[in-house]
């Protein structure tokens, strides 16, 4: 069973991951990076005026996002606020 420790460091490093655009990302990642809801998430995937990143099927129950596309999103939407 792993340690606090390591799930601190786990959580730390996939908030990292999201920052650096490095591989996918779950909505319960994304959520806590955002600071908001796993819903809240979803809303913003399924909104078509929102130009949050569509998930992607990666297994039969399994959706992730990608890291370099939130994170592209990211750079876009506060660049375009400047």
Request: hydrophobic content about 35%; proline content about 6%; some cysteine.
């Amino acid at each position: 069973m792993a340690s606090p420790i390591d799930k601190e460091q786990r959580a730390a490093q996939q908030l990292k991951d999201v920052d650096e655009g490095v591989g996918f990302s779950s909505d319960k990642i994304l959520a806590r990076y955002y600071d908001t809801t796993r819903k809240t998430i979803w809303t913003w995937s399924a909104d078509p005026d929102n130009p949050f990143p569509e998930p992607k099927k990666v297994g039969a129950n399994m959706t992730r996002w990608v890291n370099a596309e939130i994170k592209a999103h990211c750079e876009d939407k506060y660049l375009g606020a400047v």
